[in-house]
């Protein structure tokens, strides 16, 4: 196992809601705000929103699974749906009715689940009215608004008595590492590493314990058993990125007021759930790149010069919101503006977006802008809705490794330090042509090289020719990326994706490396193996699996669908976030 120094995608933590429904036909649509009909519950996608009941104190090991259980142990009626947070002490179970729910408040509050304190509960019913269980003070909106208030109140009080410099917060809050030597920050990632290692291994050793463990299980966790303290696998160094300041490719831009009340764009200080609403503008983060900082200084002359205000998040109330911004290594630059259409003037509107366009358009490092309108509480770029193209093609392009063109459209992932990327995806490349690399082949790419083995030390590499009977399968694919950038090395890619329009981005930038031996499968990757094996794969191939999944990891049927494929012979996983996708690691 090796580490590769590699920056996550958005700095607002994306966390593993695990669902599982408890009836057919209940599932989660776009965001878990958006619930699609549950025909066999016999209740209505409204219902499944408002008959919510919030767990607190549960094991951060549990997952909706565990709920499951405990739910038809104790004989609880009318659960539609559960959801459970990895690795955090909270969860929700999902009504078709309030008297169901009510019925239900004294037996989960009984539920006895292992890791969990006394599990307390709450009552929501999104519509403003909740209410605490096992406890003695009531919560209502108008209570949640006074919280919100006085955390507001004594954010105030802390910033008065704050001595750091504003560029002091504003890096602390995006950067938080920035004052740790980066050569610390890489052990500290090796530890963390070593640690996680340390906690697989006890996760699979706790498993020979199990009187559940069916024998043919026990006997392959043997090796577990008999390896004594050594480490489950070989732990590789942690391979540094090229660049440490301005590597991202995408930044994201809250407009709202600064410390002096001041209409800004920028980063918010804090979590807005805090109470924290001050935003300080980006020129003095370090992650940030001059390209996007330059936009930032553009756009910033547009909104102090704008008749309309930004957008106020505790009013609801303003027309500038957000403003995304991706600029590549090859000079292309995406602005994408998004606005509230509500509560303005349309002819005051047409006219702001006017200038902000010829404001971009006089800038010639901006090759695209597109302008996105939203009124929805959420705060961010919401990927269901449609951009309206200002000007240019409203793609942008990047090379990586032999991709010459790679498109990236609005709503596109791709990894956001474009330099460490080359190295990852150049790491995932040796490892397809060399299943054993040697020991000696740790200590990290030269910068600016392809290759993360150095060139001073040998490994024995197969032949080019040997590579031709290899298969990647290119799972939960995205875009494309990795399957494209091992295309011209192997026989045939295989790339495995259920959303559509990634699909559509991936067969694009296929065409445009004019590779013919990719194909792509617009299915879950539990559905298309069968599919897989009898067209794509011949007798005598070296079939790989790439699984590259989300931070949080990928649903236990992908991990089931991949280990019960005799054909698989082997399998790198990709995680951004190696504490979350334990359970994978597990499965």
């Known amino acids: 196992m090796a580490g590769y120094e590699e920056e996550e995608e958005d700095d607002s933590a994306f966390l593993h809601e695990e669902e599982s429904p408890a009836v057919e036909d209940v599932a989660v649509a776009g965001d878990s705000s958006d619930l699609t009909a549950a025909s066999q519950a016999g209740t209505s996608a409204t219902n499944d929103r408002r008959f919510q009941l919030k767990l607190n104190g549960l094991g951060k090991r549990l997952t909706a699974k565990d709920l499951e259980k405990a739910i038809k142990a104790n004989a609880v009626k009318g659960v539609v749906k559960t959801k459970k947070v990895f690795n955090m002490t909270s969860g929700i179970i999902y009504f078709n009715s309030a008297e169901a729910r009510e019925n239900a408040i004294a037996k989960v509050e009984a539920f006895v689940l292992k890791g969990s304190d006394k599990i307390t509960t709450m009552i ?3 519509d403003g009215n909740s209410r605490n269980n096992g406890t003695d003070s009531p919560s209502t909106g108008e209570s949640v608004a006074r919280a919100g208030k006085r955390k507001r109140e004594d954010n105030e009080i802390a910033d008065a008595n704050d001595g750091r410099t504003p560029a002091e917060k504003i890096n602390d809050q995006v950067t938080p590492l920035w004052r740790i030597p980066y050569e610390d920050q890489l052990n500290s990632k090796l530890s963390r590493f070593k640690k996680g290692l340390a906690n697989l291994k006890r996760e699979l050793y706790s498993f020979t314990n199990k009187r559940d463990t069916p024998e043919d ?3 392959e966790l043997d090796y577990i058993v008999n390896m004594g303290r050594d480490c489950i696998c070989e732990l590789q160094k942690v391979v540094p990125s090229p660049v440490v300041d301005g590597y991202r490719n995408k930044c994201e831009f809250t407009v709202g007021f600064d410390l002096d009340g001041k209409p800004t764009v920028g980063f918010l200080l804090g979590l807005f759930k805090e109470g924290v609403t001050c935003v300080l503008p980006p020129s003095e983060c370090k992650n940030v790149p001059p390209a996007a900082n330059l936009v930032a200084e553009i756009f910033q002359k547009v909104l102090l010069s704008s008749k309309l205000g930004p957008y106020d998040r505790v009013k609801k109330e303003g027309f500038w919101r957000l403003l995304q911004v991706r600029c590549q290594s090859t000079g292309d630059v995406m602005v994408v503006a998004q606005v509230n259409p509500v509560g303005s003037d349309v002819e005051v509107q047409k006219s702001a977006i006017e200038i902000l366009k010829e404001s971009f358009l006089a800038n010639g490092n901006v ?9 929805e509480a959420h705060n961010g770029f919401i990927e269901a809705l449609p951009c309206k193209i200002l ?4 793609v942008i392009y990047e090379e990586i490794l032999e991709l010459k063109s790679f498109r990236i459209s609005p709503t596109s992932f791709f990894q956001v330090n474009t330099e460490a990327t080359k190295g990852l995806y150049s790491c995932v ?4 042509a060399n299943p054993l690399l040697s020991k000696e082949a740790t200590e990290g790419p030269k910068i600016g090289s392809d290759s993360v083995i150095p060139e001073n030390v040998h490994v024995e590499r197969s032949n080019h020719e040997s590579l031709k009977n290899i298969v990647i399968l290119d ?4 875009t494309g990326t990795i399957g494209l950038t091992l295309a011209p090395k192997v026989k045939k890619v295989v790339g495995i994706e259920m959303v559509k329009e990634a699909i559509q981005d991936a067969e694009f930038n296929a065409r445009l490396q004019n590779q013919e031996n990719v194909t792509y499968i617009c299915k879950k990757v539990e559905h298309a193996m069968r599919e897989v094996f009898k067209v794509h794969v011949s007798h005598g191939d070296d079939v790989v699996a790439i699984l590259d999944p989300p931070r949080a990891g990928v ?3 992908v991990i089931r669908a991949i280990r019960g494929c005799s054909g698989i012979k082997r399998v790198i996983f990709v995680s951004c976030d190696f504490e979350n996708a334990l359970k994978n690691f597990v499965s």
């Open 429 to 432: 490349r040796d490892w397809v």
């Open 391 to 394: 000007f240019g093609e409203g």
């Open 555 to 557: 649903h236990d049927d």
């Open 217 to 219: 299980k026990r006997k």
């Open 367 to 375: 090759k695209t802008l597109l302008l996105q309108e939203s009124s």
């Open 124 to 126: 929501d019913d999104r």
């Open 475 to 478: 799972l939960c694919c995205g």
